[in-house]
């Protein structure tokens, strides 16, 4: 490992001073850390974020919940609001890692834990992401977990977080915070596509850090699910998942939203996709056209190719659930969120 000089901030101010005077923030550390020990990330100096008060709490705002960044993953999926409300966020959270790391990992360090593309953890090899500019080894080479949607030649790693699946289907807002004051930012608009840059993976400003997520109030008597297709039961990332919040009216569906993981470089949305879907009564036939629609500006690499038809089945098998159509299977969490 190499040196670094550590500091520790107890309030927000420092926090930003330190980051806007070039040092990485560490909150639980379960990502940062790996990757110093094998020297893909080299930061020259840690800000330790994890004490710095008033940011670990969720609460109330405006009809929705404003969930600060230093709220614990296990926490956050434990708590009755987001239970309650926002299940699909409970659902993935507990999806994904290990119990001891979701009590370590925090609601900002998930949302900006780097990729599990297996070059971009091998230094030894070429990757735009972790050096800008030496090429992408995935080309050519090996990678189940590699994106098919968004990716460029110069980069096709998928993103990692589950949460922030969950997150992209309820439409929240990142605060950050920097030394000019706090903005909101869509998380529509949070991450970039990797194009000629895949080491910008988002549009946070040098000494802005990550204070809050802002979940907008739930849609009324929607079924919310998450899936999530991986090679072992748990413990590990996602091939494939799908999150939908889904409500029914009269027999027909009258709002849609879809986000999908372990597919885009970023959390996956495709609002076409969900416009096919409202207004509509569910049928296998929609179902399966949406998903064909949803495939067709897919690029897949030879060893993802599999993803395609995974990730059909996947969302017809979620939407049916969603629907009524059939009952929940194993894998699939569903809840009602309160009328
Ligand atoms: C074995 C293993 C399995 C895992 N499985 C999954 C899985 O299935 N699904 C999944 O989603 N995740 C999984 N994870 C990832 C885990 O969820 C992340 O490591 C964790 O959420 C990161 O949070 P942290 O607080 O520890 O971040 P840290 O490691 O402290 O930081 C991560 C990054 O975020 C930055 N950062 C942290 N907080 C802020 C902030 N507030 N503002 C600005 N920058 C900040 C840091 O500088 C760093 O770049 C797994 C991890 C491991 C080790
Ligand atoms: S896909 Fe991206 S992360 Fe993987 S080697 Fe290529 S540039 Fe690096």
């Known amino acids: 490992m190499r040196e ?23 909150a639980g550390g379960t ?11 080299v930061p020259q ?35 009755p609001k987001i239970r309650a409300l926002y299940p699909v966020l409970s659902r993935a959270i507990l999806a994904g890692a290990s119990g001891q790391i979701r009590n370590k990992a925090t609601t900002g360090g998930n949302l900006l834990q780097r990729t599990r593309c297996p070059y971009f953890y091998d230094t030894s090899m070429a990757c735009n992401k972790r050096e800008a500019g030496t090429g992408c080894s995935a080309q050519g080479g090996v990678g189940r977990m590699l994106a098919i949607f968004g990716t460029s030649e110069d980069c096709m790693a998928a993103h990692p977080s589950d949460m922030a699946v969950a997150m992209r289907v309820l439409e929240a807002q990142i605060e950050v915070t920097g030394e000019d004051g706090a903005r909101l930012v869509a998380m529509d608009e949070f991450y970039t596509l990797p194009g000629d840059r895949p080491d910008v993976e988002t549009v946070l400003k040098p000494g802005e850090m990550i204070t809050a997520v802002v979940l907008p109030a739930p849609v009324k008597g929607s079924v919310q699910a998450y899936r999530k297709v991986r090679d072992r039961a748990s413990y590990a990332f996602a091939l494939v998942s799908v999150a939908a919040v889904i409500t029914l009216e009269n027999g027909k569906i009258a709002q849609a939203s879809l986000a999908f993981g372990g597919v885009g470089v970023r959390p996956w949305k495709n609002a ?5 879907l409202v207004g509509q009564e569910p049928s296998d036939a929609l179902f399966a056209k949406v998903a064909e629609a949803l ?45």
């Not at 110093?36 to 990330?41: L, T, W």
């Not at 395609?308 to 009524?324: D, H």
């Open 45 to 79: 100096a840690l800000v330790d974020i994890s004490r710095v008060a008033g940011l670990d709490k969720v609460e109330p705002q405006d009809g929705g919940v404003r969930i600060g960044a230093l709220v614990t993953n296990a926490d956050l999926a434990a708590d």
């Open 31 to 41: 990502n940062l850390l790996d990757l110093m020990k094998i020297q893909v990330e």
């Open 295 to 339: 495939c067709r500006d897919a690029n897949p690499h030879p060893e993802t190719e599999f993803k395609l038809p995974l990730l059909k089945r996947s969302l017809m098998a979620v939407l049916r659930e969603a629907a009524g159509l059939a009952p929940a299977s194993a894998g699939t969490d569903k809840t009602r969120t309160a009328a």
């Open 4 to 26: 670094f000089t550590y500091s520790r901030a107890e309030d927000q101010a420092a926090a930003i001073g330190a980051m806007s005077n070039g040092a990485r923030a560490i």
């Open 272 to 276: 076409t996709v969900d416009g096919m």
